[in-house]
């Protein structure tokens, strides 16, 4: 256990510990660590390996280094230990001194069906927070598999499905799992206001400003973030409209909504505020509005407006604009193709998960039914 102390009250600093898969790490992900985090004074994050992943559940998406590098970006996060085994014990607790575990209210098991965390409940050393329901890496594949012409026709029916049975254990030809079939998030005030960091820029801060659709938020995302960070005090980052982005972008884009990718960017620990459905041309207007010294753009291809007007003639023009090499290739397209390359893994890897957490989710409501409703698990509200 921490022998820290919180020099502020004088207090036991509290250490928690989580883990996870952190694949396509997104808002449900870093709302979790949120949670995690309140419980104490400082997080500690293990992040499994591929090997240990593609084990127990499935090849993913990321690699471990691109995993890794995420989570670190999450402004909650105060340390990552790479590597780390995906059964919690205690010896792994104590080795982080890390006073207990927090997991979201889903069930993990291993590939023999072991509840992962069934050492650190045992030994009372478990706490849960509420999972961000509407969002998990499933339904974020299924979207971008409906991209392919089968899923579009299947996709609708198997949405609404999906909705109907989101909690339905019934037969097993239509029992759906509630963590893994696809259903909806519902963006709150409250939930943007947890996110945001509530800061203001000073007088004498350089603002730095950078738009763009941040869809499916990737650490190419992430390295370019870090760059316009370091232009400045204060980071502003504009998102387009999720029509705006369709119209440069096309077929089904963007794969998440404005609401969505708002909370995916404001985790990250570079951002100060967001600009919700910012103007696609930045304007002396905005640029006043928010005092902006500087404003970036990557090494990605510039789509002209609506009207072919070049979105950064303002500041080109006021020569504040800036070309920025994040030295990182990575685009939203070529995730959706990975997905795409690799559709039969990851519907298998589904599926056999889905499949799992039904069968406990059934047995778990037979001991209920017996056990009169005992439960001795905390659920910490969302
Ligand atoms: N989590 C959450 N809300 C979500 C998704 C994940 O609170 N919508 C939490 C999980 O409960 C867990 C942590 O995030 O505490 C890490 O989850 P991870 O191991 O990556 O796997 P999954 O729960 O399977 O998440 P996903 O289906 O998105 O991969
Ligand atoms: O493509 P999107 O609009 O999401 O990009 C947002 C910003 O991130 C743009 O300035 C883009 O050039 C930058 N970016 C980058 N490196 C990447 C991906 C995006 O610099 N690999």
């Known amino acids: 256990m921490s022998d820290g102390v919180n020099k502020s009250n004088n207090k036991k600093e509290v250490r928690v510990w989580c883990d ?42 990321f690699t471990q280094e691109e995993r890794y590098k995420m989570v670190r970006a999450i402004k909650w996060v105060d340390q990552v230990v790479e590597g780390a085994p995906y059964v919690t014990t205690l010896e792994t607790l104590d ?46 594949v299924g979207r971008m598999l409906l991209l392919t012409r089968e899923h579009f026709k299947r996709g609708d029916k198997e949405y609404t499905v999906a909705l109907e049975h989101s909690s339905n254990l019934g037969t097993d030809s239509t029992a759906r799992s509630p963590y893994t079939g696809c ?18 820029p000073k ?14 938020f990737h650490v ?36 998440m909504n404005l609401h969505e ?4 960017v404001l985790a990250c620990k570079y951002v100060h505020e967001v600009v919700i459905g910012a103007p696609y041309e ?16 990557g090494r990605t291809h510039i789509a002209a407006g609506a009207d072919h007007r070049d979105p950064y003639i303002v500041p080109k023009q006021r020569g504040c604009f800036k070309i920025l090499d994040s030295g990182n290739n990575m685009t939203t397209e070529d995730i959706v193709q ?45």
């Open 20 to 61: 996870g898969c952190y694949d396509m790490v997104h808002f449900g992900h870093a709302n979790s660590l949120r949670q995690a985090k309140a419980l104490g004074d400082m997080l500690i994050v293990g992040v499994h390996t591929d090997e240990e992943i593609t084990k127990h559940k499935g090849p993913p998406v």
């Open 95 to 140: 080795k982080y001194q890390c006073d207990f575990c927090v997991h979201g209210d889903d069930i993990t098991v291993t590939a023999d069906g072991i509840d992962t965390y069934h050492l650190v409940k045992e030994a009372g050393r478990y706490r849960e927070v509420k999972r961000t329901a509407g969002v998990s890496t499933t339904d974020l």
């Open 183 to 200: 259903s909806q998030f519902l963006p709150t005030t409250q939930k943007i206001i947890q996110f945001s960091s509530g800061l203001s």
């Open 203 to 216: 007088p004498t801060d350089r603002v730095v400003y950078v738009a763009g659709a941040f869809d499916l």
């Open 220 to 255: 190419g995302h992430l390295d370019f973030l870090e760059a316009a960070h370091a232009q400045g005090d204060f980071l502003i980052v504009g998102l387009h409209t999720d029509l705006e982005v369709n119209r440069y972008k096309g077929s089904n884009y963007p794969i």
């Open 261 to 264: 990718r708002v909370l995916s």
């Open 282 to 297: 930045v304007t002396a207007e905005l640029m006043e509005h928010f005092r902006v010294g500087v404003v970036c753009h």
């Open 338 to 382: 990975r997905i795409i390359r690799h559709r039969l893994e990851f519907e298998e890897r589904n599926n056999k998960k889905e499949q799992k957490e039904i069968s406990i989710m059934k047995s778990a409501q037979k001991n209920h039914l017996k056990q009169n409703g005992n439960c001795d698990v905390k659920v910490f509200p969302g």
